[in-house]
């Protein structure tokens, strides 16, 4: 089992759903969160001389666990979907699950999901 976490701009959540729901996910479960990547952020000029750096910018961590087999094909779908080619579309990252348990049933690993 893998999880999928997307780091998004919460415009793109509906549209990220939408894939997910395509693709079988099982479920989804989003933060709200703030960061930047190489561009550090957004620059905003206030004077003529003057530039504050914002480097902290809000975005959307959705993260998803599926079985090892959906992973390309969710990545794929998802950058085809919500790319845009411009800075700021996000990032996906890859992470193993060893072990998931549904509580109220006492499923385990791929069948708890």
């Known amino acids: ?3 999928i976490e997307f780091i998004i701009n919460s415009e793109k959540l509906e549209a990220l759903k939408h894939v997910l729901d395509q693709c079988s996910s099982c479920g989804i479960t989003v933060d709200f969160v703030m960061g930047y990547g190489h561009q550090r952020g957004l620059k905003q000029v206030y004077t003529r001389d003057e ?3 914002v ?7 959705v993260r998803t666990v599926v079985p090892d087999k959906q992973v390309d094909a969710i990545i ?3 950058v085809d979907r919500l790319a845009t080619s411009s800075f700021g579309d996000g990032k996906i990252f890859v992470r193993n699950v060893e072990r998931a348990v549904r509580i109220r049933t006492n499923e385990r690993d791929s069948e708890a999901l």
């Open 55 to 61: 480097n902290l910018l809000p975005k959307i961590s």
């Open 76 to 78: 794929d779908a998802v």
């Open 51 to 53: 530039q504050r750096g």
């Open 1 to 3: 089992m893998k999880e």
